[in-house]
């Protein structure tokens, strides 16, 4: 049976506990990715002649699995598998990787040999077959390098996590350049400059849909060993990563010009002070700064996004992570923006959420430059995106259908109110070249002004009312059933404040409304349905997840009230909390429902078994559709011990403190209630502890008989569920997996949107009726004699003053 990605990703992490200690996240995730690259090329090119990547005898990880144990493990780690395969590959150095013999990381003697042999150990995990692996969509590796990834990079602090770029940041890079659109071939170059570990070099080649050329150069000597590897993990064996300072040292030249590029993308180092170092920049060899001069000696942005301009060929495009600054700073970077500007070269400007990236807190944006169409360009495309995140731990994070909504508004240039808008070069002009996005996007939330005369006279406001207008579009009458004019401008409440929310709920045009986006989820239902019934084993879940949720953003446009890329995400968040792992077990397995045995085991290594489960069909599912009306019986012996618990509880009560006929007992259980009984049996002066005692024991023994009915119950339906499943048949599976669990779930989520939207009506509706239903004079005048009221009665009691 195949594992969940999830468990997958989680031991691969676990593999991490055997490292932390000796050194920081930065450090051993060197030897992490190590032995997942190492992994990765035996299963994949071991003993393939003509392989792209050359793994010599002996040095496979079979061998390395070889050494588990041996006293000299890191030794021969170093000797018999990395050097070996180093030297059988032009692409690799032996730099590159990490020293596995290194005692100041991975200890001495003893504690060596079992932190290396444990991590080997949970390589050999058979789930980790990457013979087939695709890399570039549906596998085991892409995804666990991407967990891996942002789990070193947060716990790497803020220092040193820059050898990763978010990947929700790479993916709009990758969509927004454009590279999907051109037809790429083999011969379609794209580089990366900064490329740290080559997450966002793989992404934009990913875009692509093809294989192309792929060109990065890393500053860090270790960083970019880690982005060769992690080219070949991806397979992309024949992409070229070079080590060295880009700005006064690139690699990648045509003679002694810069070698120019189809696509670049880059996430420098935010504001480098020391870029010039090593460099005349007044008389750079490659002329990146003559156009349009020098950047700051201590502000490095401009002198990054220069080298991609020069970088570009004259048709290419790309896309740069920068500072906010670079929009706003004034003396040599305004001069440099004005020219970069007037050239036409800037294509749009993406404000992001700050606190995403893992080296710094401050707030980032995406400049995109595009040199095919920069003559004709009579305008910047900007997008304010600062508010559309949500909290990851201490960083924040772009959620799909943020990532989504950037893409689309580039895509179709669409002005969104307070998001996204063209901003024609001239206002810019007016602007003195400076392209802070507050100054064409309002982003914030409108305030909700207090309006004075609505107060003084009474009445709620009639622009309050008009501000509702998307209500009002849907249920054209409803405005009249909440409202009644009062004056000109102004209107009061039509109905009881307590009765808001029934008026609306019950209303004809509004439950008219509900029931129609009922019926239109279900037709999305129904149809997806058919599709996901329709997969067969092999097929790749993220394509089927990108099917499903493009078909329901579209089916969603245009809806009135409801958010699509709301609705979107509550799929990609499912489909990311549950429903992936079941795609990829069907995708493995077939439509089967599998149940095992949960075995865990103690502190002392002792196994304990913690019953029976399905990853695919849980237990609830099989109870709903098969023993519903076993499941009604226990929920009903659950209702009665809640009712015998309550009562119980209600003697306690009645009968504690140190009077009660409870106070002679230490604690109140059966023992202690039946031994006193004995006392007194007897005792005509304690008559009344004795029927308190009765009573206790009497709804104690009630309590406990329905406890073991429902214990029985439970034992017998878990038995019937278990030998259920033997009982499914492929439709079965297909029909609880399908309909029961995962359209049901999607359909709860989205009526749950749908609930919080009625419910957001109705509360606006309440806030505006409480805020003007009192006017300030009757207000002042209900204080007046208030006063007087307290006063009279400070000089009853012979205050005075």
């Not at 676990?14 to 190590?34: N, P, W």
């Not at 150069?217 to 080219?231: F, H, I, P, V």
């Not at 029934?502 to 058919?530: L, V, Y």
């Amino acid at each position: 049976m195949a594992r969940k990605k999830s468990e997958i990703y989680a031991s691969l992490w676990a593999s991490c506990d055997e490292l932390r200690g000796g050194m920081d996240a930065s450090q051993y995730k060197d030897y992490i990715l190590t032995l997942l690259f190492i992994k990765y090329v035996s299963d994949k090119y071991a003993g393939q002649p003509f392989a792209p990547i050359s793994v010599p005898d002996g040095a496979g990880f079979k061998d390395m699995v070889a050494l588990k144990g041996k006293s000299d493990i890191g030794d021969q780690i170093n000797k018999k598998i990395i050097a070996p395969l180093a030297a059988a590959n032009q692409a690799l150095n032996q730099a590159d990787f990490p020293d596995f013999n290194e005692s100041s990381k991975l200890g001495d003697g003893k504690e060596k040999v079992e932190r290396l042999t444990n991590l080997i150990a949970i390589f050999e995990d058979k789930a980790l077959d990457f013979s087939k692996n695709r890399a570039d969509g549906d596998d085991i590796l892409g995804d666990a390098y991407e967990y891996l990834m942002r789990h070193f990079a947060t716990e790497s602090g803020k220092s040193k996590g820059q050898f990763y770029t978010p990947a929700e940041v790479s993916r709009i890079m990758a969509q927004i350049v454009g590279i999907k659109q051109v037809k790429a071939t083999h011969d379609t170059t794209v580089y990366d400059p900064t490329c740290g570990s080559g997450s966002l070099l793989l992404k934009v080649g990913d875009e692509a849909g093809t294989k192309v050329s792929l060109y990065g150069q890393e500053k860090d000597s270790a960083t970019s060993g880690l982005a060769r590897m992690n080219m070949i993990l991806h397979d992309n064996p024949l992409a070229i990563v070079m080590q060295g300072n880009t700005l006064t040292d690139p690699k990648f030249k045509d003679g002694d010009r810069l070698k120019q590029f189809d696509f670049v993308v880059a996430n420098p180092p935010f504001s480098d002070k020391r870029w010039s170092t090593g460099l005349d920049p007044l008389n750079d060899p490659y002329d990146r700064f003559k156009s349009f001069g020098v950047p700051p000696a201590k502000q490095g942005d401009y002198a990054y996004l220069l080298h991609i301009v020069r970088s570009l060929k004259s048709t290419g495009s790309g896309a740069c992570i920068l500072p906010h600054g670079v929009l706003f700073r004034g003396n040599a970077e305004a001069e440099i923006r004005k020219s970069l500007i007037r050239k036409g070269y800037i294509k749009a400007i993406i404000g992001l959420p700050a606190n995403l990236f893992y080296g710094t807190g401050i707030p980032a944006c995406i400049v995109v430059v595009d040199k095919k169409d920069a003559t004709a360009r009579k305008g910047i495309f900007m997008i304010d995106a600062s508010q559309g995140f949500i909290k990851d731990g201490p960083k924040n994070r772009l959620r799909s259908q943020d990532i989504h909504k950037i893409v689309d508004a580039v895509a179709k240039t669409a002005t969104i109110p307070g998001f996204s808008r063209m901003v024609p070069v001239e206002e810019i002009e007016k602007n003195e070249f400076n392209l802070n996005l507050p100054r064409y996007i309002d982003s914030q939330k409108a305030e909700d002004r207090q309006d004075i005369d609505g107060h003084l006279r009474g009445g709620i406001p009639q622009a309050d009312i008009d501000a509702l207008s998307a209500y009002w579009a849907v249920c054209p009458k409803l405005n009249a059933a909440l409202f009644r004019e009062c004056r000109p401008g102004y209107v009061d409440l039509a109905v009881d404040k307590a009765a808001i929310k029934q008026t609306i709920f019950d209303h004809p045009e509004f439950t008219a409304f509900t029931s129609g986006m009922a019926a239109h989820f279900e037709a999305w239902r129904k149809r997806t349905a058919e599709k996901l019934k329709a997969l067969t084993p092999g097929f790749h879940p993220k394509d089927v997840v990108f099917e499903i949720s493009e078909d329901l953003l579209a089916h969603y446009t245009g809806k009135p009230l409801i958010d699509k890329y709301d609705v979107y995400q509550h799929l990609m968040d499912y489909w990311a909390e549950t429903m992936q792992d079941d795609a990829y077990l069907i995708s493995a397995d077939g439509w089967r429902a599998e149940t095992y045995r949960i075995i865990e085991k103690d502190k002392k290594g002792k196994e304990k078994d913690k019953g029976w489960t399905c990853d695919l069909i849980g237990k609830e599912l099989i109870v709903a559709r098969f023993f519903a009306k076993e499941q009604a019986e226990i929920d009903g012996l659950i209702g009665k011990l809640e009712t015998a618990s309550a009562r119980l509880a209600e003697l306690e009560e009645e009968h504690g403190g140190d009077e009660g006929a409870f106070a002679e007992l230490d604690k109140v259980n059966k023992a202690n209630v039946t031994a006193r009984l004995k006392e007194i049996k007897g005792d005509k002066d304690a008559a009344d502890e004795a029927a308190a005692l009765k009573a206790w024991l009497e709804a104690s023994e009630t309590e406990t008989a329905i406890k073991k009915r429902i214990k029985g119950a439970e034992t017998a339906l878990d038995a019937k569920a278990l030998a259920q499943y033997p009982k499914l048949t492929e439709a079965d599976v297909k029909m609880l997996a399908v309909d029961d669990k995962w359209l049901r779930k999607i359909n709860d989520d989205i009526a749950a949107e749908m609930d919080r939207v009625s419910q957001a009506l109705a509360g606006r509706v309440r806030i505006l009726a409480e805020r003007y239903e009192m006017r300030m004079p009757d207000l002042a005048l209900r204080v007046a004699n208030l006063e007087t009221t307290v006063e009279q009665h400070l000089k009853s009691m012979g205050f005075a003053w």
